[in-house]
């Protein structure tokens, strides 16, 4: 069975700060790993993905999320956050099949 | 870039009421999903489908089917509407191809149902 853990429910940061936000996994297979950022009112838009290869993923908008397999984290990282990066993210995983969803962070970034 | 488009942005109806949510998607995409998104526990899937006619229950199908007739095209349909199912629902599309899996969801804006 698998299941996504985002460890925190929402994250507030001042502008121009660093942000983490935490993914964990677990899952009897390998899987894929993926981030989605949801603005108000909107669908959801993929922000980077970990199929294989370098553990450190870059994705749009500054964003970056690094794979570790030993501790099964995902986590996603910008080094400054400004005022358009609030919205609700997702941490989602795919053992070759179908997406399994986190039940999402929502980043404040406080002016 | 890929265009999902669900037919409303917000509905209200009635319980009891047959309910249909509509999906369209241009991009020529083999796979097709409905979710519905509530506050804490993030996105369920209610069923997904990778080819015309074909269906497949996720994670919480009970109360609701789907109709897939073209390749574009995927409808969710609520039997017989209750108020627990008040909720966002959103339609995803994506290729298929490469590993199983790896081929990103894209996703509509959702639809807003209230059920009164």
């Known amino acids: 069975a698998q299941s996504v853990t985002q460890l925190d429910s929402q994250v507030p940061v001042f502008e121009e700060a660093p942000v983490e936000l935490r993914c964990n996994y677990s899952s009897s297979v390998s899987v894929y790993l993926f981030w989605y950022v949801q603005y108000p009112n909107q669908g959801l838009q993929l922000l980077l993905k970990y199929l294989s290869g370098s553990t450190l993923v870059k994705g749009i908008n500054g964003f970056e999320a690094e794979f570790n397999k030993s501790q099964t984290s995902f986590h996603l990282r910008k080094p400054s956050v400004h005022i358009s990066d609030t919205a609700e993210y997702f941490c989602?995983?795919?053992?070759?099949?179908?997406?399994?969803f986190g039940t999402g962070t929502r980043l404040t970034v406080i002016p | 870039d890929v265009k999902v488009t669900q037919s409303s942005r917000y509905l209200v109806k009635r319980t009891g009421e047959k309910v249909f949510l509509e999906c369209v998607q241009d991009?020529?995409?083999?796979?097709m999903f409905w979710y519905r998104q509530d506050p804490g526990l993030g996105l369920r899937l209610i069923y997904f489908s990778y080819d015309v006619k074909m269906k497949e229950k996720g994670d919480i199908p009970e109360g609701y089917s789907v109709s897939r007739e073209k390749k574009e095209r995927f409808s969710l349909i609520l039997e017989s509407a209750s108020t627990n199912q008040t909720s966002m629902y959103l339609c995803?599309?994506?290729?298929?191809?490469?590993?199983?899996?790896?081929?990103?969801?894209?996703f509509g804006d959702g639809t807003r149902l209230s059920i009164l």
């Open positions: 989602a995983v795919n053992p070759r099949g179908n997406l399994f």
């Open positions: 995803a599309s994506s290729l298929a191809g490469g590993g199983a899996g790896s081929q990103p969801q894209h």
């Open positions: 991009m020529d995409h083999e796979n």
